[in-house]
């Protein structure tokens, strides 16, 4: 299993969810890997890749399959992709493990420049998910027919995220979080930034001189991601281009 790994240049996405109906992932995230491919970045998953908890074999089966075909590309060509498990790609954990250039593991040390680097999906750090794990998983299960009736069930989620963060007194993004708290304390143990997914909101803050947290967001519905190159953290958006 690997987990510390040096990277001058690469491309960190969370919350792609493949397999689920209603993600855009499945129609942007080609063009995308492309770009990774022409441009010679590596490829790191954030978690949640794959919708493994609300969507149906053959849902995922299909989506997969363009994706895995761009993938090997990648690793045709000596880059390597990452793949960091998160909360509804649970099941990889059984799987930490490497296939060619494709490494499956919990979470990545990445030295790039002179900076430490640390990319984690970030479940681990929500209360819920910690304080009641078999409620969250049977919660998360059930809102998969919901995806049938509103698409993005994760909008709901992230509102209900906000109202708890106005009811503790955070009413900006900006304010801390309990993800904010977490980064720092990763932060403490000597990495010069944090990169999450999991909340599906993408953020870029300081923490500190010198430190800073990402977050890579999703792409239901956003197309973020966050760009490392020689050390430098940067979150971007993407845009698929025209077809002339």
């Known amino acids: 299993m690997i987990v510390d790994v040096r990277l001058e240049r690469a491309l960190v996405v969370s919350d792609l969810h493949i397999g689920n109906p209603f993600s855009e992932a499945s129609e942007s995230l080609g063009s995308f890997l492309e770009y990774a491919e022409r441009e010679r970045y590596h490829v790191i998953i954030n978690g949640d890749g794959l919708e493994i908890l609300q969507t149906s074999f053959a849902n995922l089966a299909n989506d997969t399959v363009r994706i895995l ?6 690793l045709a060509r000596g880059q390597h992709v990452y793949y960091v498990v998160g909360n509804h790609d649970i099941v990889l954990e059984h799987y930490l493990e490497s296939w060619a250039e494709l490494h499956i593991s919990p979470f990545l040390n990445v030295h790039s420049g002179d900076r430490r680097i640390r990319v984690e999906h970030g479940h681990l750090y929500d209360p819920f998910f910690v304080n009641y794990p078999r409620l969250y998983d049977a919660l998360t299960r059930a ?21 708890k963060d106005r009811r503790a007194g955070r009413s900006t993004q900006a304010e801390p979080s309990v993800y904010h708290g977490a980064a720092e304390m990763l932060l403490r143990r ?55």
């Open 143 to 163: 809102a998969g027919p919901l995806l049938h009736i509103y698409p993005d069930v994760y909008r709901l989620w992230s509102a209900y995220e906000r109202y």
């Open 69 to 74: 075909n761009r993938i090997q590309r990648l």
């Open 190 to 244: 000597g990495f010069d930034a944090v990169v999450f997914g999991h909340t599906h909101r993408a953020e870029s803050i300081e923490l500190g001189p010198e430190k800073q947290y990402l977050n890579s967001g999703n792409w239901m519905h956003g197309g973020t991601y966050v760009e490392l190159d020689h050390g430098r953290a940067t979150l971007k958006k993407w845009t698929v281009p025209k077809r002339r």
